[in-house]
């Protein structure tokens, strides 16, 4: 795996599901293929994202800054210094100015990524920003193992978070959570389909499956009768794919 293909799979591991990930990642591939040069432009881009939490526009924006060539004396924007400020705790500058000078005699990617696995986000996000606002320098390369190991442990937390949910055995969290699932695979089918002839069965599938959540939630079911709805659609969906002789798996 090449270090950029490295890097891009960390930064989107810690981006939601959706359209605006599929943006992302291909704002991601341009950039790295040297196919997109405005700095500018992508920095405002990323900023006016909704969704994304100020800590991942801040990490992307220093993704873009370290990987498009620009002025060196481009102003350096104000949410990403925000976003790298380690909550303003003067204890995770401290710990990031260690961990800086620890960075500064790693020459690799994955020297300057195992170093910095065993600080704390807060700690992480500090030493971004100090590299960010010039205050200190570190090769691309090390600086770019920094992102990957704030990322994991981003997405480490995320995970954990994920885990719990899925093993609540709170009912009404569970059936929230299914008819979720269920609605979010039925906009994927929808936007599968697309307009060929065949698709109008799909988009009938998937438009009852969205209709059917719609009403569980105005009237209030038994959390038991979401049970099995989002297994039923992959299997409609499963079955269309099968006649269109697509095979696609990525909703299990």
Known sequence: ????????????????SGPLKAEIAQRLEDVFAGKNADLEALMEWIKTRPILSPLTKGILGFVFTLTVPSERGLQ???????????????????????????????MTFHGAKEVALSY?????ASCMGLIYNRMGTVTAEGA?????ATCEQIADAQ????????TTTNP???????????????????QMAGSSEQAAEAMEVASQ???????????????????????????NLQAYQNRMGVQLQRFK
């Open 1 to 16: 795996m090449s270090l950029l293909t490295e890097v891009e799979t960390y930064v989107l591991s810690i981006i939601p």
């Open 159 to 166: 995970h954990r978070s994920h885990r719990q949910m899925a």
């Open 209 to 235: 499956a969205r209709q059917m959540v719609q009403a569980m939630r105005t009237v209030g079911t038994h959390p038991n009768s979401s049970t099995g709805l989002k297994d039923d659609l992959i299997e």
């Open 172 to 190: 009404l969290i569970r059936h929230e959570n299914r008819m979720v699932l269920a609605s979010t695979t039925a906009k994927a089918m929808e």
């Open 120 to 124: 704390s986000t807060g700690a992480l």
């Open 76 to 106: 350096r924007r104000r949410f990403v210094q925000n976003a790298l400020n380690g909550n303003g705790d003067p204890n995770n500058m401290d710990k990031a100015v260690k961990l800086y000078k620890k960075l500064k005699r790693e």
């Open 144 to 148: 770019l193992g920094l992102v990957c």
